[in-house]
């Protein structure tokens, strides 16, 4: 085992959960940032001196273990990043800039579990950083569509979940609508795969699509197929944006399939009581308020009125108080 390399996993481990609890103030300092940057990085890389074997002789036998050593290093490195993209939001983009060639690298391995854990970072930084991941549409765009048809499920099901988020969030409406014929293609027999929670991501990517281009949508082809699968049975988390969608299009009051409702009944169906709330109890749009009468009072008439009821406190109003029409100030 490569010296220290326990030791560094288990802080890459603890960083990246302490950041989720603490947000940015834990690297708010410049002092403490730039130098944990540089680490990770050099993590990334496997340049780090913990994954070098100083020049000692291992032998064959031990060249696997030490191998999954190795990448047990890059795998936690992979998640103090992510732990960084969550806390730091938006202003994790320049951040993103610095990591961003070393995870494509991983996400374009030879070793399938490379690819499919740097697509699932691709993924959390992009939920992490929301609109922010823009200025990089293009060159995830491309890899993520191609991961979209990876030998390997868990690759292919994470680059489902990826593009669902990166369509979700990226401000370039052009060029992620250029791909939609593409990513719909590669999704729709996803959507019958029961393989690495393939069926549901790709159920959630189609969801985001929806709710977030609508109108290029083709929902009425989209929709009973996807309603067959609910209830979601394998990554209940990806129930937020499928529900969310059905909830949007029954606000809407778009027609839905007849299955949706039983899908919904089912007890083994995980919501959230946010989406039940919203499903049985959305909060109705406030009623209009009537067009005001014109009151019969010239302004400064009415201003004199208001402020006698007032002095009265009887609210009532005498004869001689109601206005001839035409009557002069």
């Not at 320049?94 to 961003?100: G, Q, R, T």
């Not at 030879?110 to 922010?132: D, K, L, N, Y």
């Not at 909060?283 to 009072?297: H, I, L, R």
Request: charged share 20%; net charge negative; proline share 10%.
């Amino acid at each position: 085992m490569p010296l220290y390399s326990n030791t560094v996993t288990e802080t890459c481990r603890s960083l990246a959960a302490t950041l989720k609890i603490t947000g940015p103030s834990l690297i708010a300092s410049p002092t403490i940032l730039k130098p944990l940057t540089e680490t990770l990085l050099h993590l990334l890389r496997r340049s780090h001196p913990c994954q070098s074997d100083f020049g000692l002789e291992i032998e064959d036998n031990d060249l696997e273990e030490s191998a999954e050593y190795d990448w047990l290093v890059v795998d936690c490195t992979l998640d103090a990043i992510i732990g960084l993209a969550t806390a730091l939001g938006a202003s994790f983009t320049e951040l993103f800039k610095i990591f961003e060639k070393s995870i494509l690298k991983l996400a374009s391995s030879s070793e399938h579990i490379e690819r499919s854990t740097a697509v699932g970072t691709i993924a959390e930084c992009i939920r992490g950083m929301g609109p922010a991941i823009t200025p990089s549409t293009s060159t995830l765009l491309k890899l993520l569509l191609h991961r979209l048809s990876d030998e390997d499920a868990e690759t292919k099901s994470n680059a489902a979940f990826a593009i669902g988020l990166l369509q979700e969030k990226s401000q370039s409406d052009p060029e992620i609508l250029k791909a939609f014929p593409a990513i719909l293609g590669k999704l729709e027999p996803m959507l019958q795969t029961e393989r690495a929670r393939m069926m549901d991501n790709a159920a959630g990517c189609v969801s985001r699509m929806i709710m977030r281009h609508q109108d290029h949508m083709p929902i009425k082809m989209v929709l009973p197929a996807l309603v067959e699968l609910l209830p979601l049975k394998e990554d209940y988390e990806e129930n937020e944006p499928v529900w969310g969608m059905i909830v949007r299009l029954c606000k809407l009051s778009l027609p839905l399939p007849p299955l949706v409702i039983p899908s919904f009944l089912c007890p083994n169906n995980p919501l959230s009581s946010r989406l039940r709330l919203g499903t049985y109890h959305p909060v109705p749009n406030p009623p209009t308020p009537p067009d005001p009468q014109p009151s019969p009072w010239p302004p400064q008439r009415a201003a004199q009125r208001r402020h006698a009821l007032a002095a009265r406190g009887d609210g009532e109003v005498r004869p001689w108080e109601i206005p001839v029409r035409g009557e002069e100030v």
